[in-house]
């Protein structure tokens, strides 16, 4: 048996209960677009983390002869054959330094994109499109104090190593 207070409260929680999925959901604060900051070489760029599936240490690629400009071979990445050229390369960077991180282009086939440092992750909403495109590839720049970074279009990247690859 349940005392009449109880059964008054368990009433009152369920009808609360009830109500809360009635209710429209509230919205989320937009915390702003959030970004991997790399750098190749001299200049520092961004990625955005909504156009990766993941970022790693380079590990073992094994070179294929014919490829492609780029193309510096294969790597098993969970549990796959991956392709992975060189991000430097196909922003035209010459002299970028050792390649030692890797990220993963969204989409049915991924590419892995390796680039020479990661220096870590950025939270920020102030966009500006680029003045001066160094690259088909940065079509907008993010500013961070006296700090600009180029922000690389991944999906255009992918499309442009799709183009060199099928006939």
Known sequence: MTKPGIDAKLAELRS??????????????????????I???????????????????????????????????????????????????LLGIRGAGEENWLVLTQGAEPIGLSFPAFEGFLEESALHPAQERESEHVREVLRTGSVVRGVIHLPSVSDAIMRRTRP
């Not at 209710?23 to 991997?36: F, H, T, Y």
């Open 16 to 37: 609360a209960f009830d109500e809360s999925f009635a209710q429209a959901a509230a919205p989320l604060e937009d915390a702003g677009e959030r970004l991997l900051a």
């Open 39 to 89: 750098r190749i070489g001299d200049e520092g760029y961004a990625l955005r983390l909504s156009e990766i599936t993941g970022i790693q240490a380079l590990r073992r690629v094994v070179p294929l002869p014919g490829g492609p400009e780029g193309f510096r071979g294969l790597a098993g990445i969970r549990g796959r054959l991956v392709a992975v050229y060189g991000l430097a390369a």
